[in-house]
């Protein structure tokens, strides 16, 4: 007789649980900042009139109507800014041990928000109610801001896309992430989000990335001086552009033209 003996992990037998704590409806008359203190549950914040400026752990973020903000569960969070004029934002805290519902960025904006808007309504009003009908108006919630994320997210890559392009053929210009917000008519922290989203870095760090590109490309492919390619690719301080290079490359731009330069092409083949 074999007796077969099945383990099974601990975290097998915890069933997924979405829990409603509390929601209601924040609004100030101006001359407001938000208090410092640590949630352990989740929290989200949909922005419907002012500027709230939220510090959590070292990223700063300034709230404005339309923005989402997750809170996370055991960080600290404070406002670093007071807020001078009048401001309202829902909020909600739930735990949750369910991935998808733990996953949001920590800020986002929403375009269309006539649907969020009636579903945190809804909440409130259910708030009221049992618990399984309140949980089940968070769940309705929690999705739909997850499809609208999904959507935006699509849309955010080829508006992603415009921008880098548009950063591309101005380098040379004196632009910078207020330039870029402008063109585009977005608001400067939310492009500032999307373009690190999709490409790791901020427009700040992603203007200079390709200036330092352009650069290498005319020190290798050009017989301009460092003082040309510096206004070539949007410098306007000859010092600050040999610090950039630096930096970037360890090197300095006329150690990099002189290493491409003494470097041998097809080195085996002129071996032969």
């Not at 997924?16 to 209601?24: A, I, Q, S, V």
């Not at 508006?159 to 063109?183: E, F, G």
Request: glycine share 4%; aromatic share 14%; proline share 2%.
């Amino acid at each position: 007789m074999v007796i077969i003996e099945e383990r099974m992990d601990k975290s097998d037998l915890m069933e997924n649980y979405l829990n409603y704590n509390l929601c209601g409806k924040f609004i100030s008359a101006g001359n407001w900042n938000h208090m410092k203190r640590k949630f352990i549950l989740y929290q989200v914040a949909f922005m419907l009139e002012g500027e709230m400026y939220i510090t959590e752990e070292d990223r700063q973020y300034i709230i404005r109507p339309g923005d989402i903000l997750f809170f996370r569960s055991g960080l600290t969070h404070y406002g670093h800014k007071k807020s001078t004029s009048p401001v309202s934002f829902y909020w909600v805290m739930y735990e949750t041990n369910i991935e998808s519902y733990l996953n949001f960025p920590t800020f986002a904006h929403i375009e269309d928000t006539l649907l969020i808007n009636q579903l945190f309504k809804q909440l409130l009003h259910f708030s009221s109610y049992s618990i399984d009908e309140t949980n089940a108006a968070l769940i309705l919630l929690l999705n739909e801001l997850k499809r609208t994320l999904n959507r935006t997210y699509s849309k955010h890559r080829s508006v992603v896309d415009s921008i880098c392009r548009w950063i591309d053929i101005n380098l040379q210009k004196d632009i910078n992430v207020s330039a870029v917000a402008q063109n585009f008519n977005f608001n400067k922290d939310y492009i500032s989000k999307i373009v690190k989203r999709e490409k790791g870095m901020g427009i700040k760090e992603y203007i200079l990335s390709q200036r330092i590109n352009r650069a290498k490309q005319l020190l290798l492919n050009t017989h301009l001086s460092v003082k040309q390619i510096t206004k070539e690719c949007g410098f306007f301080d000859y010092t600050q552009f040999l610090k950039m290079f630096k930096r970037y490359e360890g090197i300095t731009p006329t150690e990099y033209r002189n290493i491409l330069y003494s470097t041998p092409i097809n080195a085996d083949l002129d071996n032969n």
